[in-house]
C-alpha cells in the first residue's frame, strides 16, 4: 500500500486512516479503532481536538512562515509561558524532538567552551536510551540496530546502564560536560528512573561542574500527570528537550534551559528555518491552553490510576500473556510473557492501537483527554486479546 516511491525504511501496519475524533481513529473503509498509540505520544490531546483545530485553522489564514529573520510574538507568548512553568529561563523552538536533543547537546558544549573548557564536550548516556535518529542523537542513544552501516559513531557519548549511577560516576573524565537521561524512558520499554537516582545524578553535576539535560520529548506535557515527568522527582535539569506532545500533533519541539546554561547560545551560533514557525506556536500555545487549565493533570492522574488498576488485574489473570505493567500517568508498558509483537497484533485484532517499545514491552499511550468510559473499553479490548492469547497457549499445551 505504501507504493515504491517511498523509502523503504518503515514495516507500516496495513491500515490507513481517513479521519479521527478524540480517541478514535477511523479508517478508509469506515473502520473504527481505539487509539491508544496516540502517534507515539504525539496527539496529546487527541484527534480533531475543537481549541487546537480553531487555533491552527485561524492562524492559517494569516501567515504561515516568515523565517526567524523577524519577530515572531507567537514564539515570545509560547517561551514565556513554558518558562514561567519550568525551571527554565530561555527556550528554543525546533521542528522535531531530534532537533531538541541536537540542540541541548549543542547547548551543553557551548557552554563549556565559553567557559574556557572546550575540551568538555563528552555526554553520558544511558542503555536503552531513545535521543533521535540524527547522526549525534543515534551515538548518544548508542543502539547498534540504529547505529549500523552509517560511519562512524559520533564521537562524545559514553553509555553507562540504566540506571547505574556508580558507573556513570566512574564515567566522569576531565573532558565530560554533561549527563543526558529520559526520567522516563520510552522506546527503552516504559522505565521510569528512580527518583533518588536523579537526586544523585543532580550531585554529580553539581559536584563535577556538569550540566544536567533531562530528554522529555516523550514522557513531557502532561504525559505522567504533571507538566513534566522530573517534577515527581523535584529534580530540576539544566537543560531539557521537549517535543511530541507539545504540538498535539503538529510538528514541534523545543529545547529549554536556565541562563547560566544558555550563556553560549548567542546570535549566529544556532538556528533554524521551519522551527518556531506561527502555525507551530499558534498549536503549542493551544496546547498548553488546555493542558495548564485548572484540574486537567490531576485528572489525567486519576485517569491513569483507573487504567493501571485495570490493567494489574488482567496481568494477574494472564501471566502467560503479561509478566507485569510499568510506567506512571498515561504512559504505561505491559511487559510481556511472550513476543510484544503477538501481543501488539492481538490487540489490533480487537481494534486497539498500541506501540511495541524494547524489552519486549507494548505502550500504551492514549490522549490525555481520553474518557473513563473509553478507558474501560480499551480494558475490555486488552482483556480480549490476552484472553485469546491464553486460550491458544492452552490449546498448544493440551495437544
Known amino acids: 500500500m505504501s507504493g515504491s516511491a517511498l ?21 478508509d473503509k469506515g473502520e473504527r479503532y481505539l487509539d491508544f498509540a496516540g502517534g507515539i505520544a504525539v496527539n496529546s490531546l487527541g484527534h480533531g481536538h475543537p481549541h487546537l483545530v480553531a487555533a491552527l485553522t485561524e492562524q492559517a489564514a494569516k501567515l504561515w512562515h516568515v523565517s526567524n529573520l523577524y519577530e515572531i510574538p507567537g514564539q515570545s507568548r509560547l517561551g514565556e509561558r513554558l518558562a514561567d512553568a519550568t525551571f527554565a529561563d530561555k527556550v528554543f523552538f525546533t521542528n522535531s524532538g531530534a532537533e531538541a536533543l541536537e540542540c541541548a547537546i549543542k547547548t551543553a558544549r557551548r557552554y563549556h567552551f565559553v567557559k574556557g573548557h572546550p575540551e568538555r564536550f563528552r555526554v553520558i548516556t544511558f542503555e536503552g536510551a531513545f535521543h533521535g535518529r540524527t547522526l549525534a542523537t543515534i551515538a548518544a542513544g548508542g543502539q547498534y540496530k540504529y547505529l549500523e552501516g552509517f560511519g562512524p559513531k559520533v564521537e562524545g557519548f559514553d553509555q553507562v546502564g540504566f540506571d547505574d549511577i556508580d558507573a556513570a560516576e566512574k564515567a566522569i573524565t576531565p573532558e565530560t560536560a554533561a ?38 520529548v516523550q514522557c513531557g506535557i502532561g504525559r505522567t500527570g504533571k507538566l513534566f515527568a522530573h517534577e515527581w522527582s523535584g529534580v530540576a535539569p539544566d537543560i531539557m528537550a521537549i517535543a511530541k506532545g507539545i504540538g498535539g500533533g503538529f510538528p514541534m519541539g523545543a529545547c529549554l534551559a536556565t541562563d547560566e546554561a544558555a550563556v553560549g547560545m548567542t546570535a549566529g551560533v544556532h538556528g533554524t528555518t521551519f522551527g518556531g514557525n506561527p502555525l507551530a506556536m499558534a498549536v503549542g500555545n493551544a496546547v498548553l491552553d488546555v493542558v495548564l487549565e485548572e484540574g486537567f493533570l490531576e485528572d489525567v492522574q486519576r485517569k491513569a490510576l483507573l487504567m493501571k488498576q485495570g490493567l494489574a488485574a488482567i496481568a494477574d489473570e ?6 507485569d505493567i510499568r510506567g506512571t500517568g498515561l504512559m504505561l508498558g505491559l511487559k510481556c510473557a511472550m513476543p510484544n509483537t503477538k501481543v501488539n ?18 505502550r500504551l499511550l492514549p490522549p490525555l483527554t481520553v474518557t473513563d468510559a473509553e478507558i474501560h473499553e480499551a480494558l475490555n479490548r486488552i482483556r480480549a ?3 485469546g492469547l491464553a486460550d491458544a497457549i492452552a490449546v498448544a499445551a493440551a495437544k
Not at 7 to 27: K, N, Q, S
Open 7 to 27: 523509502y523503504e525504511t518503515f514495516a507500516r501496519a496495513p491500515l490507513a486512516f481517513d479521519h479521527g475524533e478524540g480517541t478514535w481513529l477511523v479508517t
Open 179 to 216: 549527563i543526558l537521561i529520559e526520567p522516563v524512558q520510552g522506546e527503552g520499554g516504559i522505565r521510569p528512573v528512580p527518583t533518588q537516582s536523579l537526586k544523585r545524578l543532580r550531585q554529580l553535576c553539581d559536584q563535577h561542574g556538569l550540566l544536567l539535560i533531562y530528554d522529555e
Open 318 to 323: 494472564f501471566p502467560d500473556v503479561i509478566e
Open 345 to 362: 497484533m492481538a490487540l489490533r485484532d480487537q481494534h486497539l492501537l498500541a506501540v511495541p517499545a524494547g524489552d519486549n514491552v507494548i
Open 385 to 387: 486479546g490476552a484472553k
